[in-house]
C-alpha cells in the first residue's frame, strides 16, 4: 500500500472523462464474471452432458475457481503498489478479454469428453484470478484520482456499475434463451452472450490505455514513499480480517440470490429457462436501484 506524502486533499483530480472510464470498467467486469452464473443451466448441458448432476458440477466449477478471487487480489494489489495503478487496470481487462473470449470458442462435451469441463474450469479460474484485481484495483483508481470531499461519492459508483453489469448479464442470457430454440442454444448459441462479452471488454481495454496514472501513486513514486506489503499486513492485519469477513458475508448472500434462485426454479420448480431468468433480470434492475 501507498503512504501519502500528501493529505489526501492537496492530491491533484483526474479528469471526469478518465474517470468515467474507471467506472463503465465495472460493468463489463461484473458482465462477464456473473454471465457463466446465468447461464448455468445451459452449460451444464453443454459441458457435462446429459449427466444428473450437471448443474451441480457447473455451480461446482464456478465455487473452485472464486477460490482465485483472492489470489488475484493479493497480487494484482502488490503489482499496483510497485509499478502502478494503470498497469493493473490493463492487465486484469486483459485476463478478462482473453477468458472470456475462450469461453466462447470452447469444443463442448459432445466434441471432445471430458476434457471440456476441464478447460471449461481453467479459464473460470483465469476469469476469478483477473476478477479479483480488477474491481479492487478500480477501486483504488477512483479513491486516488478523485476531488476532495467527492470521494466517498465516485468510489461508490463503481459498485453500483458492477450492478449494471450483472443486469446486463441477466439482460443478454435471458434474451438470446428467449430469441433460440433449446437444440440450437445448446448447439451454438450459448456462445453468443460471451461474444458479447469478449467485444467489450476488447473496448474497454482499448479506452483504458488513454489512461494516466493517479496523481498519488504519481507523486509517492516520484519521492519513493511507498510502503511493503509485510509492513502494512503487519500494522492492520486486524482490519483486513474483519473485512475479509465482512465481504465474504456480503458476497454468500448476494451469490444465493443470483445463482440458487434461477438454478432452482429450473431445476427443481419446472420452471422454463427464460421465466427464471426473466425473474432474474428484474431481480438484477431491484439491485442496481437499491445500490
Not at 486533499?9 to 461484473?30: D, N
Not at 451444464?44 to 482465485?68: E, I, K
Amino acid at each position: 500500500m501507498l503512504s501519502s506524502p500528501m493529505p489526501l486533499a492537496a492530491q491533484a483530480t483526474v479528469p471526469r472523462g478518465r474517470l468515467a472510464i474507471a467506472v463503465v470498467s465495472t460493468v463489463v467486469e461484473w458482465y462477464d464474471f456473473t454471465l457463466f452464473l446465468y447461464l448455468s443451466a445451459v452449460l451444464s448441458r453443454v459441458f457435462f452432458g446429459d449427466s444428473p448432476t450437471g448443474v451441480l458440477m457447473t455451480l461446482a466449477t464456478f465455487a473452485v475457481s472464486y477460490l482465485l478471487r483472492p489470489i488475484g487480489g493479493l497480487v494484482f494489489g502488490y503489482v499496483g503498489d510497485r509499478w502502478g495503478r494503470k498497469p493493473v487496470l490493463l492487465a486484469s481487462m486483459a485476463l478478462m478479454l482473453l477468458a472470456t473470449l475462450g469461453s466462447a470458442v470452447l469444443p463442448t462435451y459432445a466434441q471432445i469428453g471430458e476434457s471440456a469441463a476441464a478447460w471449461l474450469l481453467a479459464l473460470r479460474c483465469l476469469m476469478s484470478f483477473s476478477v479479483g484485481g480488477e474491481y479492487t484495483g478500480v477501486m483504488t483508481y477512483l479513491l486516488e484520482s478523485s476531488s476532495p470531499g467527492k470521494r466517498g461519492l465516485v468510489t461508490s459508483l463503481a459498485a453500483a456499475a458492477s450492478e449494471i453489469g450483472a443486469l446486463l448479464a441477466a439482460g443478454v442470457a435471458a434474451a438470446t434463451i428467449a430469441a433460440l430454440p433449446a437444440a440450437q442454444m445448446d448447439a451454438w448459441g450459448w456462445r453468443i452472450p460471451f461474444i458479447v462479452g469478449g467485444l467489450l471488454a476488447a473496448l474497454i481495454l482499448l479506452l483504458r490505455t488513454g489512461l494516466h496514472e493517479t496523481p498519488l501513486f504519481a507523486q509517492s513514486r516520484a519521492e519513493e514513499t511507498r510502503e511493503s506489503i509485510p509492513l502494512v499486513v503487519g500494522r492492520q492485519w486486524r482490519a483486513i480480517i474483519r473485512t475479509f469477513v465482512i465481504s465474504g458475508l456480503v458476497s454468500a448472500t448476494y451469490y444465493v440470490g443470483i445463482v440458487y434462485l434461477p438454478t432452482y426454479l429450473v431445476s427443481v420448480q419446472g420452471w422454463a429457462e427464460s421465466s427464471a431468468l426473466a425473474l432474474a433480470t428484474l431481480s438484477a434492475a431491484v439491485v442496481v436501484v437499491a445500490s
